[in-house]
């Protein structure tokens, strides 16, 4: 949530982080702020509402200095209001914060009784005003940040600066994102690569508790506590074109279409098709490890649970292995039962989002061992685990997660292939026919979205309604639950995903003729039942779209609509019913004229709790 930039270095510094801040708009906003120094005075403008605003101010209030800091805003402590964006200042200090304070009311307390007076409701305002006391105090400002830094309790990724010390800036992170951008003689921050790699690729990955104190052209790190590091730099391959919309009307009907591409990337260099298993570079479990596994734990949030539901069904049928799958909100607060004997599976395209990496921990805190699923290279998640497959989707900004999705669910079946060739439950032969299937996948994906006009038009029929229910069973009930969220997510229409046979169990009563019923109908075992759920919704006059394979003329008959996708086989049909799914929420969201990529309220990346 959130986004910050810095800079520090030669050039005008507003323009790069008014860039940067834009770059950053698909992680989720509602104001925000930039200050640079001129002539050693720091000089703030803030907006609430979008970039476009702040940017209108900076014209008539023009920021110049070569040093700066910039903030996009999503509430927590505080309405979305000009007096609580970032950035905030008390006395000579200057910071933007992401994240959450979790001791910031005791602190506010405590300052407020040695005569401090705050202007906002934030949290953050606390950590500017903790500096400034203790600047105060000692007027050194690196220590000041020490200091108050150590005090506070909770989640942060800051960007501080102090007139008194006008070329200095200060950045550490604790739970909470932040990269830093090497250039020559110049130094770039924020909490995501793509707002800074149009200036460079060579980057360094903050670690929580660590500090980067960049002054006069050269950038120190350290521990928060004071001790030096040497820390290393990463080069990212990325272009900075794959972060634009290449010429669709927004990322996610962009990201929709890479699909294809994306699974191939996915797959490309892991599949070692004579021997019928995969290579995972990065997964770094053996075959001793595999076989000393008793249970799989999968954790994650939003899109990504829905992912590991499907791979829970994957692992249970091909590898034999018991799987729960657990909201990572939900995990630590209770008390999990895991050992050493446990693998505990992390799934989150950012691999940044909060609850996922506090699972985590605690997970490998009662000995289990783990592994990631994950998009974004050297992020907190993908570090910390014991192994990591990456998805190389590429960035996604549209905030509805379409192709990090379906990477997700081909990650999992890569894994479910080296799992069962490890443990002995897949053989040579079905090992090559599952990666033949595979690797079919990026042309059925090509197929289906040629869909794309007719999802479109019956976006148009459907599009006023109030209320739709989405209905799969087996390993497509979770795609039920997807596709439920996808339309919630961007057109603000209730949406309610179910098992087809829990129909009878409430969400029948509901049905009427102004209720579409979006039923997952592909021929499989499960493909009498799902027709006689169908045939329940049509005798309610319930409103019928069904997803089928291609050539079905029984449901095409039956259904009001019928979209047939391109299958092969049931383990993967999944990836390929996502796609009229994905295009039907966004058609709605276009049609209804919300903001597709940026809905209300959602962030691309959940980095608080």
């Not at 360094?204 to 660590?210: A, I, L, S, T």
């Not at 003729?513 to 592909?522: K, N, S, T």
Request: charged residues 25%.
């Amino acid at each position: 949530m959130c986004g910050i930039v810095g800079y520090t270095g030669r050039q005008q510094a507003s323009p790069i982080i008014l860039e940067g801040l834009k770059k950053l708009e698909y992680r989720g906003y509602d104001s925000a702020g930039i200050c640079t120094f001129t002539d050693n005075q720091a000089v703030i403008c803030r907006s609430e509402g979008k970039l476009v605003n702040l940017e209108r101010l900076m014209t008539s209030q023009p920021l110049k200095g070569e040093i700066g800091i910039g903030h996009t805003r999503w509430a927590t402590h505080g309405r979305p209001s000009e007096i609580n964006a970032h950035p905030h200042q008390a006395g000579s200090i200057i910071v933007v914060h992401n994240g959450i304070i979790e001791n910031y009311l005791q602190l506010k307390e405590q300052l407020r009784q040695k005569g401090r007076e705050f202007k906002s409701e934030t949290d953050t305002e606390v950590i500017s005003h903790l500096v400034d006391l203790r600047f105060s105090e000692t007027g050194d400002f690196e220590q000041s940040v020490r200091r108050a830094l150590q005090e506070l309790r909770g989640a942060y990724a800051v960007c501080i600066l102090c007139e008194q010390e006008p070329d200095t800036l200060i950045a550490a992170k604790q739970g909470s994102p932040m990269v830093v951008g090497l250039g020559e003689g110049e130094y770039f921050i924020a909490s995501d690569i793509p707002a800074i790699l149009a200036h460079t690729r060579n980057m360094v990955f903050m670690e929580d508790g660590e500090m980067a104190v960049f002054r006069s052209g050269e950038a120190r790190f350290s521990t928060v506590a004071g001790e030096p590091l040497d820390k290393k730099s990463r080069r990212i391959d990325w272009s900075p074109l794959m972060a634009e919309k290449g010429g669709y009307k927004h990322f996610m009907l962009k990201e929709i279409f890479e699909q294809p591409r994306a699974v191939r990337d996915t797959i490309a260099g892991r599949l070692v098709e004579e021997e019928g298993t995969v290579y995972l570079e990065d997964l770094k479990l053996s075959d001793e490890e595999f076989a000393a596994i008793r249970r799989i734990i999968i954790i994650a949030c939003g899109t990504s649970w829905h992912a590991a539901l499907v791979g829970k069904f994957l692992i249970e049928e091909h590898c034999r292995l018991p799987v729960e799958v657990d909201i990572a909100s939900e995990f630590r607060y209770r008390n999990p039962v895991v050992d050493d004997t446990t693998l505990i599976m992390l799934i989150s395209q950012s691999g940044e989002t909060a609850d996922t990496l506090a699972a985590m921990r605690e997970a490998k805190a009662r000995g289990a061992r783990n592994v990631a699923i994950c998009n974004v290279v050297d992020s907190s998640i993908a570090r910390e685990a014991d192994g990591v497959i990456y998805t190389h989707a590429g960035p996604e900004i549209g905030v509805a997660s379409t192709k990090a999705f379906v990477t997700q669910l081909v990650a999992l079946y890569l894994f479910v292939i080296r799992l069962g060739r490890g443990i002995g439950r897949i053989d040579r032969e079905k090992g090559r026919g599952m990666i033949a299937s595979l690797v079919k996948v990026p042309g059925l994906l090509e197929k289906a979205l040629e869909l794309n006009g007719q999802v479109e038009k019956v976006a148009r029929t459907y599009m006023n309604a109030r209320d739709f229910l989405y209905l799969g069973r087996g390993i497509n009930y979770p795609i039920a639950l997807e596709g439920a969220l996808k339309l919630k997510e961007i057109s603000y229409i209730h949406a309610e995903g179910y098992p087809a046979g829990e129909m009878k169990h409430g969400p029948i009563a509901l049905i009427d003729e102004q209720m579409p019923v979006v039923i997952l109908a592909p021929r499989n075992p499960h493909y009498e039942k799902v027709v006689s759920n169908m045939e329940e919704v049509i005798a309610r006059s319930g409103r019928v779209i069904a997803v089928s394979s291609e050539g079905d003329n029984e449901i095409a008959a039956k259904a009001e609509v019928a979209l047939q996708v391109p299958l092969d086989g049931e383990d993967l049909a999944p990836i390929i019913l996502s796609v009229p799914l994905q295009l039907l929420a966004y058609h709605v969201a276009v049609l209804k004229g919300t903001d597709v990529d940026q809905p209300r309220n959602l962030a691309k990346s959940v980095t608080v709790e």
